[in-house]
């Protein structure tokens, strides 16, 4: 019994060690990151493009079929979101393979803003998490959902909803209807197989699941759903 606890004592200081280590690696790379620009100058710097679309300027239409699908959790938590995380282990285990994430949208702004051309490892995982917490606690959740809406790549060269409305449909946002806001809201997932312009059978296949998320999550009546037309305007 007592080499067992000696065993879990030294198990314990070992992680706590690595994490620590871990921890100051990845705030190195989140400080870097804001000594060459910092976040109330790269907000602003989104927020002061002539195509920024602000909150209320975006259809709720669009709003609910983005959270409905990426984060529907998004209203109630903060950075992360440890529910998502946990369900997204689980499947992927079921699975075998990697098919489900749970990055939240705050965490996807982060990425877009800062290091949406850096190398995916360790540090820069950290160093979005922590960039996350900082958007929480500065930003509201309309604030960090405009900036995610305005950062995202929506396929065929289209970063921001502004651009994907003109180009895909030739529309301001907010006069996106039901059937546009679905199909957009499931683009960012993976633009390169989703874009309605690459294959529009498997961005049938996402704005469907986009559909059944809106449904679920109680964004949307069944009755209405089966009226909407899949891929509508290709």
Not at 104 to 110: A, D, F, M, R
Not at 124 to 132: G, T
Not at 210 to 227: E, H, T
């Amino acid at each position: 019994m007592k080499l067992l606890k000696r065993i879990l004592f030294i198990s314990i200081i070992v992680i706590f060690i690595l994490a620590l280590i871990f921890g100051l690696s990845g705030y190195n790379y989140y400080n870097k990151a804001v000594s060459e620009i910092a976040l109330e100058e790269k907000v602003k710097q989104v927020q002061s493009d002539e195509s920024f679309v602000k909150y209320d300027d975006l259809p709720k239409n669009l709003i609910d079929a983005t959270v409905a699908v990426e984060d529907h959790r998004f209203w109630e938590h903060g950075s992360i979101d440890l529910v998502s995380i946990g369900r997204a282990i689980f499947s992927n285990i079921k699975a075998g393979e990697a098919k489900e994430g749970g990055s939240t949208i705050t965490q996807q702004v982060s990425k877009n803003l800062y290091f949406m051309n850096d190398k995916y490892n360790r540090d820069r995982k950290i160093a979005e998490l922590i960039m996350s917490s900082k958007l929480e606690k500065n930003y509201s959740k309309q604030q960090i959902f405009e900036l995610y809406v305005n950062t995202i790549y929506y396929g065929n060269g289209y970063y921001g909803i502004k651009a994907a409305a003109k180009g895909y449909f030739n529309k301001d946002p907010k006069d996106l209807t039901l059937s546009e806001c679905t199909l957009l809201a499931g683009v960012p997932n993976a633009p390169s197989k989703y874009a309605p312009t690459v294959n529009l059978e498997l961005c049938k296949e996402r704005q469907a699941k986009v559909i059944r998320s809106m449904v679920k999550y109680g964004y949307l009546s069944q009755d209405d759903a089966d009226k909407i037309s899949l891929g509508v305007g290709f």
